[in-house]
Each structure stands twice: as structure tokens, then as C-alpha cells.
């Protein structure tokens, strides 16, 4: 774990954080939504468990992101089926409804 904790780009954890943080507003709504019903006391807990475990879980799995972005040639193989994808979405497809008359 320690190797682990070593080896992380953490410039790119940070950055990734701030981004996720700007950008996971809609946790927020998740956890009003359901906590909406519950009584005052057990709403506020609610509230607080659910923000810690969001933040808890971004950052875990934002480590686990920036270490497997360490590995040799993963970004190549992710540029290549990204193009691969883009090539096919621009390619020209053979329409199945084509031929499918309106009905009036």
C-alpha cells in the first residue's frame, strides 16, 4: 500500500479532484432526495454520512484512476479505440429503414 501511495502523480489527484468536485453537483441532489423524508436528527446525519462516503469514494477511486493511467501504454490503447469509435461514427451506414414507406 505504501508503494502504492508512493508512485501517485499527485498533481494529477488534485486536479482530478478539483474537477470531479466542480463537476459532481449532482451527488448533492442525490443525497436531498433521499434524505428528503426522514426526521430532522436523522436527515442531518443522513446528509453528512452521505457527503463523507461521496468525498470518501471520489477519492479512492481517483487514486485507482491515476495509477492505472501509470500503466504502459493504456492511454495508447484508449487513443486508439477513441479513434476507432470516431471513425466508425463518421463512417457512412447502411440505413435498415430506408426502404420503409409512410403509412399516408
Do not use: Y
Not at 20 to 42: S, T, Y
Amino acid at each position: 500500500m505504501a508503494h502504492f501511495l508512493a508512485t501517485l502523480d499527485w498533481a494529477a489527484v488534485v486536479e482530478i479532484l478539483i474537477i470531479d468536485v466542480l463537476l459532481g453537483g449532482d451527488n448533492a441532489v442525490v443525497i436531498a432526495l433521499a434524505c428528503r423524508d426522514l426526521p430532522e436528527r436523522q436527515r442531518r446525519l443522513c446528509v453528512l454520512w452521505g457527503t463523507g462516503g461521496a468525498i470518501l469514494l471520489r477519492v479512492i477511486l481517483i487514486a485507482f484512476v491515476v495509477a492505472l493511467l501509470n500503466l504502459p501504454f493504456l492511454k495508447l490503447a484508449g487513443g486508439v479505440l477513441l479513434l476507432w469509435i470516431g471513425v466508425r461514427l463518421m463512417a457512412p451506414t447502411h440505413d435498415p429503414h430506408a426502404n420503409v414507406r409512410s403509412a399516408g
